[in-house]
């Protein structure tokens, strides 16, 4: 099986400065795309950034400027340093990849999730 797992949730004020990490592990021939999506309480969940295996990447305008994404394809991790924390980003980030895997039926790519960590930013 594959298993994502985050760390590097908490709480810091306005303007401070998280990380957060994500590890990929199990069954794993390669992972295409990874990324960081969040879900704030009553709302939907929300792409935050994403990173292709090559290296290119894509964030929401909110975050665009105060994030940076970043991943290690030897290590299958991909991190989230968050800068200037605004109370707006409180939510729970969950860490996806696709990841690509060989069995018996072929090559298959399947979207796998993390069980998410809270972050919040204070006022």
């Known amino acids: 099986q594959v298993q994502l797992v985050e760390s590097g949730g908490g709480l810091v004020r306005a303007g401070g400065s998280l990380t957060l990490s994500c590890v990929a592990s199990?069954?794993?021939?390669?992972?295409?795309?990874m990324g960081w999506y969040r879900q704030a309480q009553g709302k939907q969940r929300e792409l935050v950034a994403a990173?292709?295996?090559?290296?290119?990447?894509t964030y929401t305008d909110f975050v665009k400027g105060r994030f940076a994404i970043s991943r290690d394809n030897a290590k299958n991790t991909v991190d989230l340093q968050m800068n200037s924390l605004k109370p707006g980003d409180t939510a729970v980030y969950f860490c996806h990849a696709e990841v690509i895997r060989r069995d018996p039926y072929g090559v298959r790519g399947v979207d796998h999730w993390g069980r998410g960590t809270q972050v919040t930013g204070s006022a």
């Open positions: 199990g069954s794993i021939y390669s992972i295409n795309g």
């Open positions: 990173i292709t295996r090559a290296g290119s990447t």
